[in-house]
């Protein structure tokens, strides 16, 4: 958008030159304005759910594809969370970070607040942190129940490098290449 306003001011002060075409560069301001309009909207809408919705912490849990956004030939990424509601059942969320597949960018087991407000989810992507939450393991394996005195260790995928949580002396999958490993 910026371009295009920068090419029509440039243009219009040589409109002898360029005649009628020194308003084309308004047609790329025009589309800028469409991509940014929703994305405006978009970070409003999550800074009232953060300034106005109940905190929780959240364990990174795993990552799931969003078909409706390619990036690069591949989907998008978004970041599954596990957390406990206000009766300390675990619930799942999934929150919209689309990255690239192989980024890493929020590696599995890190804690990250999420914030709800009238059934949205929203997230502050600043909070993701290393920290290990009460019955934390509860929330990274479905087998386990509360109280188990199995320990939650962090693995590196000799793989791919990647980093996620998993239970020790149990066989695990890299969530990122889908490698068997046995910590």
Sequence with gaps: MAVGLMLTAIFFINRRVFGLWSLFP?????????????????????RKIIESGKRISAKIYGYVEDKHVVINGGYAVN??????DDFRRTKEAVI???????????????????????????????SVRQETLFEERVLMDRTLEAGADDEV???????????????????????????????
């Design 79 to 84: 970041t599954l969370v596990r957390y406990f």
């Design 26 to 46: 308004l047609f790329f301001a025009a589309f800028g304005l469409c991509f940014m309009i929703p994305g405006i909207i978009s970070a409003k809408k999550n």
């Design 153 to 183: 260790i962090a693995v590196e995928c000799p793989k791919c490098g990647g980093l996620f949580c998993t239970i020790e002396g149990y066989a695990d999958r890299c969530p990122y290449c889908k490698e068997d490993i046995m910590p």
């Design 96 to 126: 919209e970070t689309g990255f690239v597949h192989g980024s890493n960018a929020y590696p599995i087991g890190m804690t990250v607040d999420i914030y709800m407000l009238d059934g949205r989810i929203g997230w502050d992507a600043a």
